[in-house]
């Protein structure tokens, strides 16, 4: 019998199997603890990165405990005048009780007396439990009383921190209904039945439910901090990845209930052949997720940690669960088109028509699809990495507003703190160097605790602009090479910390996106017994990684009117177009070597495209559709995730999978098997091919209602 089908082997076995489920599922939730809501993203940065050292130090300063809040005022496009002034500097008044240093909460006017803003120091550990409700109290005594036609709009750490904390509150549950529905519709579609659909979307929910609780346990022993992002790709991937897996076994257990009368023989037969393939293809997203480990950034981590498990917990339910539950729904589950065992199942899918097309004239197909892919990766002229603050949200959000008007009407580096931490025994010279670095405006002594001395500086450039990263480089550069006492001292704040975040970034890319193909690569030459066909799978994947991206950058950039990749899309990206992408090459290529024992090479993979490629098809377009729920969430990096994942899925089912790979193997011939040994020689069973097979055991088998290993009377 093998491992793969055994709960759905006899009915007894079944039902055995499903109670255990039933009873596993109800122990996760009833005896786990409720996760708790998920916290907004952070950069989780390292602690050797500079800036996290800069900001563990100020932990311990006199100062410590303390961020702000910044109110921004205008009058529409008008100049503030004398009486918006007075309400202005009445509002500051009102904002210092609320603030944990008083004396600092002043006003401050733009030059071109357009806009105004005041700096209010709160607690950050009240911010850190409800950035909501600080905002509000600001907000609230900042509007108290203003003139008709004044705003005051609120930016600044408190402001971005409420915003995006707002932003995904009940995002969880959202983006949970909104996955299921739009998975429930596709079924509904794929199958065009009443009830079919019913089966697989509970089996893929509960698997996403028990993953929700055991990733929020295990988060919490493993010390993992899993944010409100991961958790939303973690249920996308779960329901995306589920749900292919539901779709390529049901697709083979009727297929073979067109051949086998018994129902428990059908899907242990089905299992048989489809289980090593959904193994593999989950084994290899498994693997891939757990080189995230290896990442510097907490985020990585916690995204691999997280979808990892999720993964693992998908994988059980389709090979134990789903198969079960199946076979003890009968065969009327399939209801209109119930699949016979005297029906007649030789007619010629349009998939096998496009697979004969293919091999008459491979090498120009085959070209044609590699123009597509190169002229969309033409896309990726000119893309940049790396999103200013205010431009990381999808909308446009107050905070986002506020901090607009402060580039526009006041110095470029006013709101961005960089803090510089100096010996104090250097303190003198530190200060020099960095007021006369080139791109620093101005440079302001705060407390000295401990031995060091903190420098509050100010930046010519932008937040998070080019100008702004290049001066922190410089910064650190002139003060390594200065030498002594002096190359002891920290450059961190807002800047610093995202140029770091961008830095690490990069560095666990450069790590972990050779060993996410050097994995895919072992998998694949395990499965299908090939040196040969990992190379070509895996280079048509990253071939249409490179075109998804190129297309993605020219959607972004002007459509959707995102400037820039987010430092992390392109890791993430990579990882699920390349581990889920490989998905239907081992779903075509493994059924193609099935089929290779009793036909050429050639004729296999037309066989092997017209039986999967309906079912990998409109898996395709389901995980695809599914990515781009990604957008529910407020984040442009999970929107941008989504869409390449989206587009390159689509690539990938509608042109890699369906004409590039089969014209490739069919000019490869059997080469594209080597050096592995062929599953059968094709002249040794060319009568198999003309002549009818004997009737075997397996034909004569019990009716559904009969046990499967009980012989028909």
Request: charged share 15%.
């Amino acid at each position: 019998m093998g491992f793969f089908g055994w709960t759905a082997s006899r009915r007894l076995t079944a039902i055995l199997s499903l109670v255990v489920a039933f009873l596993a599922i109800g122990a996760v939730f009833a005896l786990l603890p409720t996760p708790s809501s998920s916290p907004a993203p952070t950069s989780g940065l390292p602690a050797s990165a500079e800036s996290a050292k800069v900001s563990k130090l100020l932990e311990s300063s006199p100062q410590a405990g303390t961020t702000v809040g910044i109110l921004v005022y205008t009058h529409g496009d008008q100049k503030l005048s004398d009486s918006d002034r007075s309400a202005v500097a009445a509002s500051a008044s009102r904002l210092a009780k609320e603030s944990t240093v008083p004396q600092a909460v002043r006003p401050r006017f733009a030059d071109d007396g357009r806009a105004a803003l005041v700096t209010v120091p709160v607690s950050a550990d009240k911010v850190k439990n409800d950035a909501g409700a600080v905002a509000d109290r600001l907000r609230s005594a900042a509007r108290d009383g203003l003139p008709s036609g004044v705003q005051a709009r609120l930016t600044g750490p408190v402001g971005f921190q409420a915003d995006i904390t707002g932003a995904f509150a009940g995002a969880d549950v959202r983006l949970l209904l909104v996955t299921a529905l739009v998975v429930a519709v596709l079924l509904i579609v794929t199958y065009r039945s009443p009830i079919l659909w019913i089966v697989p979307l509970v089996v893929v929910g509960a698997a996403d439910g028990v993953a929700r609780q055991l990733v929020s346990v295990l988060a919490d022993l493993a010390n993992v901090t899993v944010d409100a992002s991961v958790s939303g790709i973690q249920s996308v991937l779960v329901f995306g990845a589920g749900t292919n897996y539901a779709l390529l076994i049901v697709s083979r257990y009727r297929e073979e209930l067109l051949r086998e009368q018994n129902r428990f023989v059908a899907m242990r037969r089905a299992m048989t052949h489809a289980g090593p393939a959904v193994l593999a293809s989950g084994g290899t997203v498994t693997v891939a997720l757990l080189l995230l480990l290896l990442g510097r950034l907490q985020g990585t981590q916690a995204l691999g940690f997280a979808c990892a498990i999720g993964i693992v917990v998908a994988l059980i339910f389709g090979l134990l669960v789903l198969p079960a539950a199946l076979v003890l729904c009968g065969r009327g589950v399939f209801w209109p088109f119930v699949p016979r065992a005297d029906a007649d199942a030789t007619h010629r899918s349009v998939w096998g028509r496009i697979g004969e097309g293919v091999a008459r004239r491979p090498l120009r197909i085959a070209a044609g699809a590699v123009v597509l892919l190169g002229v969309l990766s033409v896309g990726l002229v000119g893309a940049r990495v790396g999103l200013a603050q205010i431009d990381q949200f999808v909308g446009n959000p107050e905070s986002v507003q506020a901090q607009r008007v402060v580039d526009d009407a006041f110095p470029a580096g006013l709101t961005a703190s960089t803090t510089v931490l100096a010996p104090t025994s250097a303190a003198d010279r530190v200060e020099t160097l960095v007021g006369d670095a080139s791109g620093v405006q101005s440079v302001t002594r705060g407390p000295s605790w401990d031995g060091r001395q903190e420098l509050d500086v100010t930046l010519t450039s932008a937040p998070q602009s080019d100008g702004a990263y290049a001066t922190i480089r410089e910064l650190r550069s002139q003060l390594a090479d200065e030498g002594g006492a002096v190359a002891r001292t920290l450059v961190g704040g807002t800047d610093a910390t995202a140029l770091d975040v961008a830095d690490v970034s990069h560095g666990d890319q450069m790590l972990i996106l050779p060993l996410i193909i050097a994995v895919v690569f072992a998998f694949l030459a395990v499965l299908l017994r090939s040196l040969v066909a990992p190379i070509v799978l895996i280079a048509t994947v990253l071939a249409t990684f490179a075109a998804s991206v190129g297309a993605s950058n020219w959607l972004f950039q002007n459509v959707l009117g995102f400037p820039a990749f987010d430092t992390s899309v392109l890791l993430f990206g990579f990882l699920f177009l390349v581990a889920l992408g490989v998905d239907y090459n081992i779903f075509l290529t493994s059924r193609a070597r099935e089929e290779r024992r009793t036909r050429s090479t050639r004729d296999a993979i037309v066989a092997a495209l017209g039986s999967t490629g309906a079912v990998i098809t409109s898996a395709g377009i389901l995980l695809a559709a599914v990515f781009v729920v990604l957008g529910v969430l407020p984040v442009v990096a999970l929107a941008q995730v989504g869409t390449i994942v989206c587009l390159g899925v689509l690539l990938d089912t509608l042109v890699v999978r369906t004409i590039l790979v089969p014209a490739l193997v069919v000019k490869l011939g059997d080469r594209f098997w080597w050096p592995g040994r062929l599953p059968e020689e094709h002249g040794r069973h060319a009568a198999a091919e003309t002549l009818p097979l004997p009737p075997t055991p397996a034909a004569v088998t019990a009716p559904d209602d009969a046990s499967a290993d009980r012989p028909a009377r």
